[in-house]
């Protein structure tokens, strides 16, 4: 029976990571039509940033369903399923190999779900290419006026529809707004998994945390990490904060914490980071943020996004007790909304998709790339999920027509670990000895 006629909506969200997991989950909440009923199964793409169940709790979300797929046994689940809307929450690349996987199993189809992507968060790298490989979606959905003014011209600018862009909001931003300083008077420094990418720069910003404490021994400073070691996020992490931190002298006043961010910055006062979009977070609850210059203002760091925003600025003026104050329009421009529209932010979206879904059925799902305009491109990207150009099963990919067994999850396992291991331990080394 229709979602319309039934008031319940089924969605679908496929994602490769916490942090996506937390966006698609988040954003099937916040596009729903009005008055619908959202029934939410979730799919975990497997590789080296699946979640594990304590980052999927910390994320706070729940679903009907959960449950870990390679893209063949996700492909495969979406030949059975009947779902009104499917969120695709992943890299460019996984999105463009979905898509292209989806067409075939939907082919001739009369019924399909409304398709969405989107990016997790700020957009500072990889634009153009990100763009075309989320193309074909019925919604691609920009965080910001800025955003979405941006990926329409990348889409007319290559003579791609560009019509699915639609503009929102970050889907977790929220909380209460900062009213006052807290007793004691906090510093949260929001740490990232790939940037800074060496131990040198890493370092030197612990190191500066830690002598902010001592400088001011009356303020609680709070080091906010994102995992814990073993485990992956959107990003590699392989020099984690916590093995850092080890054999330093720490004040009694310093700490390293976990969580969800919203209670973290529940007690902030001011919020660190080098281009975190819980920067973003703080700047919609009004709580005093700072983007630090101390290792330069540079596009690999992507503090360059917030070039404009008043928030940059260095431990060293923090610690003279700088104050930032944020450039309103700049704050505006970004989808913050700290000024109370937030709510009507996804208004668009959910018209879109209450129309699309109103209308009867949709058509085939058409790709910017096919192996007519990128056939240097598009093999690559599909045979990486085991889809051959055309968006079939290449020969030997993950069987998905029955449940893995006990062995074959223990090698699935073992197989993650061994890789992990590579990337934290093995990797780091052979980099030093190269530099030698």
Known sequence: MPASATQTLRVAVLADSDTRWKWGSLTANR?????????LDGYLLRGRATPTARQLTEVGVTADSLREVT????????????????????????????????????????????????????????????????????????????????FKAVYDGVGADSSSVTEVALPFLGGDTYTGEHDPYTVV???????????????????????????????????????????????????????????????????????HMGEVLDRTDLLVTISSTAALESLHRRIPTVVLTDLGVREGLGNHHFVGSGCLASWE????????????EWVARQ??????SYETAFDAARERIAK?????????????????TAPGYLPGILARHHLGPDGTPLPGAP???????????????????????????????IRRMGEL
């Not at 209308?359 to 790709?367: E, H």
């Open 356 to 372: 699309l879904l109103a209308g009867g059925d949709l058509p085939a799902l058409k790709p910017y790339y096919t192996p007519e």
């Open 317 to 328: 003026q923090l610690d003279a007790g700088y104050r930032p104050v944020p450039d309103a």
């Open 71 to 150: 893209a063949v046994e996700f492909l495969r689940a979406m030949e059975k399923e009947s779902y009104d809307v499917l969120i695709l929450s992943l890299v460019g690349g996984g999105v463009q190999a979905m898509l292209h996987g989806l067409a075939r199993v939907w082919d001739g189809r009369t019924k399909r779900p409304v398709v969405v992507t989107g990016y997790v968060g700020v957009v500072y790298e990889k634009l153009t290419d990100g763009l075309l490989l989320r193309h074909g979606a019925d919604l691609v959905l920009a965080n910001s006026r800025q955003d979405a003014d941006r």
């Open 31 to 39: 596009i729903a039509p009005p008055h619908s009923d959202i029934s």
């Open 399 to 429: 069987a998905a027509d029955k449940e893995p067994g006990p062995v074959r999850q223990i090698v699935r396992r073992a197989a993650r670990g061994a890789y992990r291991h590579g990337v934290q331990r093995v990797a780091p080394v």
């Open 189 to 259: 420094f929001a740490v990232q998994p790939s940037v800074p990418d060496n131990r040198r720069d890493r370092n030197y910003l612990l190191d500066r945390a830690i002598q902010h404490a001592r400088f001011h021994p009356n303020r609680e400073v709070l080091l906010k990490l994102r995992s814990k070691p073993g485990e992956h996020t959107t990003h590699i992490e392989e020099l984690p904060y916590q093995k850092l931190v080890q054999g330093k002298d720490l004040p009694a006043n310093f700490r390293l914490v976990y969580g």
């Open 335 to 340: 989808g913050v909304l700290a000024d109370g």
